[in-house]
């Protein structure tokens, strides 16, 4: 992030915001009660530092949907291609479809970041509901839940990097529908 405002910013502007970014993070941080240490460890490392920034560009002047523009950017420029370039090397691996299927159905049944549910399961696919998701919930905490649009943006790009793989989806809590529903299926050869 400290370089990517380096680069938009310039060093002394860009080193500012960093480190005012850093502070607020910490005061997130400090007033987020009832999480537990796992959900504690992912809005430390996820959700808040981009939170944090969000909030402190608008602080520094800059307008909300510029600030939008930027998280985004953020976002997709640099920390979603980084994975991209991850997945596209998971997505050589020659059980790729079972591997994303267990570790997608693992995070999302029993991790306490979502409150999810298996819809369907069969040998072309599956599909999960998804009805809570400590994404949206951070961002309407913290009086910001449009940027939760761009934590969502980020997983169709993510699954896009997957070529023995389709991702779809109609919704998403971040984009106002009532659920996120995820629909994996294995891509025709």
């Given at each position: ?6 680069e ?17 993070l910490?005061?997130?941080?400090a ?7 796992n ?11 981009r ?14 949907s510029?600030?939008y ?8 420029d640099?920390?979603?291609?980084n ?5 596209r090397?998971?997505?050589?691996l ?16 029993k ?6 549910t298996?819809?369907n399961?069969?040998?072309d696919?599956?599909a ?23 934590f969502?943006e980020?997983?169709?790009?993510l ?18 529908a009532?659920k ?10």
């Open positions: 992030m400290h370089n990517f405002l380096i938009k910013f310039g060093r002394e502007k860009g080193d500012a915001l960093y480190a005012k970014q850093r502070i607020r910490e005061e997130l941080l007033k987020t009660v009832g999480k537990t240490k959900q504690m460890k992912t809005l430390r490392v996820t959700i808040m530092p939170i944090a920034l969000y909030q402190v560009l608008q602080e520094d002047g800059i307008s909300q510029e600030a523009a930027i998280l985004k950017t953020y976002m997709v640099v920390v979603s291609a994975m991209v370039k991850k997945f090397l998971i997505n050589k020659p059980f790729v479809y079972q591997l994303l299927k267990n570790n997608i159905k693992n995070n999302l049944l991790n306490d970041n979502w409150e999810a298996l819809v399961e069969d040998a696919g599956f999960m509901d998804v009805h809570k998701c400590i994404w949206y919930d951070a961002t309407v905490e913290n009086n910001c839940p449009e940027l939760c649009r761009v969502c980020c997983d169709d790009i699954f896009d990097a997957f070529t023995k793989i389709n991702f779809y989806r109609e919704g998403s809590l971040g984009m106002q009532n996120c529903d995820f629909k994996f299926t294995k891509a025709k050869k």
